[in-house]
């Protein structure tokens, strides 16, 4: 079965603290893998999409990686805001372009 | 969230009642899909299409019908609400490869 898989599932880091978000698939075959940010009572909005080939991705202070050998992404954040306070949500797109959500990982960023 | 727009942003029902929900987007995207996000789940697919005239059943497509009769437009209908039909909806719009683009959603609570 695809699937998509996020550690942790929430995360308190303080304000200018790195932290860094794990996703784990199963997907296949494999397309591409985005990463979304989610702010509460809001639509998702992308940070970063990445293909087979790529293996780091950043968008200001976000960095993703993918190793698709391991089938495994990461998203850091550096120098936190409290802005970043969100959901962060993997999702990888398999065949048709069906698009395969993880749970996501909620941050908090305290100050 | 430019270029998808969602109606209505809220909405309540009394069980059994019936409602659509409209998806709109200015983007000329193929793609569309409709998503429900409950509380601990990712977003879950109901209905997608991939293009002017098609339509095809996602992961939780029970209870749920659609149509894409204007390429623009994505309709979603429930005929028969139920309780467990009250969700967040979200409607998104995408190009092969490219970044997904989100509405803003959909607070649909049915008593």
């Known amino acids: 079965k695809n699937q998509v898989e996020q550690s942790p599932q929430s995360l308190i880091i303080l304000e200018g603290k790195n932290c860094t978000l794990q996703?784990?698939?199963?997907?296949?075959?494999?397309?591409?893998l985005r990463w979304y940010k989610q702010d509460t009572g809001r639509g998702p909005v992308s940070l970063t999409i990445?293909?087979?080939?790529?293996n780091t991705k950043s968008n200001g202070r976000y960095t993703a990686t993918l190793d698709a050998d391991t089938k495994q992404s990461s998203l850091h954040i550096t120098a936190s805001q409290l802005s970043d306070s969100a959901s962060y949500i993997c999702?990888?797109?398999?065949?048709?372009?069906?698009?395969?959500f993880g749970t996501g990982t909620l941050l908090a960023v305290q100050p | 969230n430019a270029g998808v727009t969602q109606t209505p942003k809220f909405r309540v029902l009394k069980t059994g009642q019936s409602m659509t929900l409209l998806c709109a987007q200015d983007?000329?995207?193929?793609?569309m899909y409709w998503y429900r996000q409950d509380p601990g789940m990712g977003l879950r697919l109901i209905h997608y299409?991939?293009?002017?005239?098609?339509?095809a059943k996602g992961e939780v497509p029970d209870g749920y019908n659609v149509s894409r009769l204007k390429k623009q437009n994505f309709l979603l209908g429930l005929e028969s609400a139920a309780p467990s039909q009250t969700s967040v909806y979200f409607c998104?719009?995408?190009?092969?490869?490219?970044?997904?683009?989100f509405g803003q959603g959909t607070r649909l609570t049915v008593v």
């Open positions: 996703c784990n698939y199963t997907v296949s075959p494999f397309s591409n």
């Open positions: 998104a719009t995408t190009g092969m490869a490219t970044e997904a683009f």
């Open positions: 999702v990888v797109n398999g065949a048709t372009n069906k698009l395969i």
């Open positions: 990445m293909t087979f080939s790529e």
């Open positions: 983007m000329n995207h193929e793609y």
């Open positions: 299409s991939v293009g002017e005239g098609t339509t």
